[in-house]
């Protein structure tokens, strides 16, 4: 195992006197290679991020940020931020660079009658979840109570509410941000409303956010859960969801997955949230859970925290991962067929490839609105390869990047940048769409040297 060293982007060491006086001044906890709990701050839950920083920084308030911004650009570092660390492609962490902590920053405050939600940028959705169910109210989020609220709504935020409520981004009404320059700013749509535009959506290109101004809906008990059937079943299973979902009421948002029990039966599922009235979620879902014969039937009312955390019931994240995801033009028998395909020929019962379907609230918002510019009716394949041994990385990642490929005839050319692992060209073109030159844009404003790079990057205009 080596020894991380902090350097400088041009590959020279930081004299260990200017890290040693950073240190000494920095209010919160510093760590380097060798010191107690560096290992496990470097540690995300994918085991295929295997990364050393060489300094860590865990910030405990705003000061500390800026702080830790202003070392890294007058030492030059390459700067990595770091909030829950859910990112599939481990953009939180670095080689050698800095990693600007905020994972201690979770202080959730609810205001219970206007209905808003103040969420500082380390907090997960579990710390926002705890903070507003008493009160009968819910952001719209994701679906792992264990993702950091900052990153999912920087790169736009789906989850159990789409339909109804829309996206995370949706629901935001301001940030405050520490720029690239350390510069403390509020950015909402009154002030400095570029700025909030690009946040909502462009990634984390413009800057760190310590804390998000939400708006709150009144989400207490839903009717959520899962349906099992057979893997045989598969064909018949994903033709009626399709068709079913393309009349079903906001309310419900339901995604279908080709995946395995945790026996390692190949099988597939619809996963279902109805938000609304739970007497009228039952009529709407039976004739989903009247189809066919399904080996589980595991729907019922529940919390919502509880609905947030269905997922983590799967194997735990001790595994290694590697994602791709697009938006495919249209749910047709051959594109079901190929997942169906692909899907046989997986050999890690950890893998999953979901279908979600997000038409009703973000449909409604155009594209030219906010950063994510994905905002057409459309079907987003996931696919979520996992697997617990190393040795295998090669075969896995080499189905995952088989089954994007097949997909490329389908595909609108879009897709969530929330869901890729890897950096491809023009990755971040492809995906900002008609909103990348706005975003350029932007970026030479408040990022002209790319001081943010690890994220969905954008490059600034050069002027």
Known sequence: ????????????????????????????????????????????WNANIDKRPGLIACCTSVA?????????????????????????????????????DLSAMNRVSVNPTARTVDVQGGALLADLDRETHPYGLAVPSGVVSATGIAGLTLGGGVGWLVRRYGMTIDNLLSCEVVTANGEFLTASADTNADLFWGLRGGGGNFGIVTSFTFRAHPVKTVL???????????????????????TAPEELTAYAVLMSTPEGVPAVGLLVCYCSDVSEGERVLAPLRQFGTPMQDAIEPMPFPVMQSLLEQSPPDVSHAYWKSTFVKALGDDTIDLLIEHMERSRSPLTATVVEYYAGAPTRIDRADTAFSQRAPLYNINIATKWRDPAESD?????????????????????????????????????????????????????????????????????
């Open 1 to 44: 195992m080596r020894t991380a060293t902090l350097k400088r982007l041009d590959g020279t060491s930081v004299d260990p006197a200017v890290i040693v006086a950073f240190r000494k001044q920095f209010k919160g906890k510093s760590l380097m290679s060798g010191d107690e709990g560096y290992e496990k701050a470097r540690a995300i």
């Open 64 to 100: 500390d940020v800026i702080d830790s911004v202003k070392f890294a650009r007058e030492n030059d570092l390459l700067v990595a931020v770091k909030s829950g660390g859910h990112n599939v492609a481990g953009r939180s962490l670095c080689d050698d660079g800095i990693v600007i």
């Open 224 to 246: 959520g859960g899962v349906l099992l059937y057979p893997r045989a079943d598969a064909r018949s299973v994903l033709r009626h969801y399709r068709d079913f979902m393309t």
């Open 395 to 463: 075969q896995h990642i080499g189905w995952t990047r088989a089954l994007f490929d097949a997909l490329r005839p389908h595909s609108n050319g879009g897709y969530l940048p929330n869901f890729f692992s890897d950096e491809v060209p023009d990755q971040s073109r492809i995906a900002y769409g008609s909103n990348y030159a706005r975003l350029a844009e932007l970026k030479a404003k408040y990022d002209p040297t790319n001081f943010f790079s690890l994220n969905q990057n954008v490059k600034p205009t050069q002027t």
